[in-house]
């Protein structure tokens, strides 16, 4: 399956623009990759670009915390377009190159002590898109690090990201421009 292409820009339905323009005004700055095809149901893509820029700048989970469970939900997909819109950025926000290697080939990283909170991030993450559930120990050692309400923010950058490696994969959406498949095969 390939991407849904839009028409130029200029041809957008006026609900469509008016989507598209609050995307582009907005902290991602841009309308790419999924978010160009949730365009071709704009009420999809307002409601989801609403929920994905909470998820992704609101919540009270710090950027490293937040990257790091994008990273997880990508490798799980495998998920290119995601993985090479966020790997920079998870690095960016702190998140060793070790350790998003690691999660790019499917290894668990290696979290140092000073890293309690990656630790459990990863490790709820990884159990919840692989188990469809987590055990009373891992929810206890996620709430311990970062709340209850970390937990529900966390539980919902999960499902957003999910919901766009789904589309990214259904759609074929290509890679970022000059950026190499990180998971070929």
């Not at 990863?122 to 690090?145: I, N, P, W």
């Not at 766009?164 to 994969?169: A, D, P």
Request: charged share 25%.
């Amino acid at each position: 399956m390939t991407e849904p292409r839009l028409a130029a820009p200029e041809t957008l339905t006026p609900r469509q623009r008016e989507v598209h323009d609050r995307i582009a005004s907005g902290a991602r700055g841009r309308v790419e990759g999924p978010l160009r095809v949730w365009l071709h149901s704009p009420e999809l893509a307002d409601r989801s670009q609403a929920l994905g820029a909470f998820c992704r700048y609101e919540t009270r989970l710090p950027a490293r915390l937040s990257e790091l469970a994008i990273l997880v939900t990508g490798a799980v997909w495998k998920s290119g377009f995601e993985w090479a819109v966020h790997a920079p950025i998870a690095e960016r926000a702190g998140v060793s190159p070790d350790t998003i290697e690691a999660i790019r080939t499917g290894r668990s990283p290696s979290f140092s002590a000073e890293s309690e909170d990656e630790a459990a991030v990863y490790e709820f993450s990884l159990a919840l898109h692989r188990e469809r559930r987590v055990d009373d120990k891992t929810y206890a050692r996620l709430v311990a690090v970062i709340g209850s309400e970390g937990a529900v923010e966390l539980v919902g950058i999960l499902g957003y990201y999910t919901l766009i490696s789904m589309t990214i994969n259904t759609f074929a959406v290509p890679l970022p421009e000059g950026t190499e498949d990180p998971f070929p095969g």
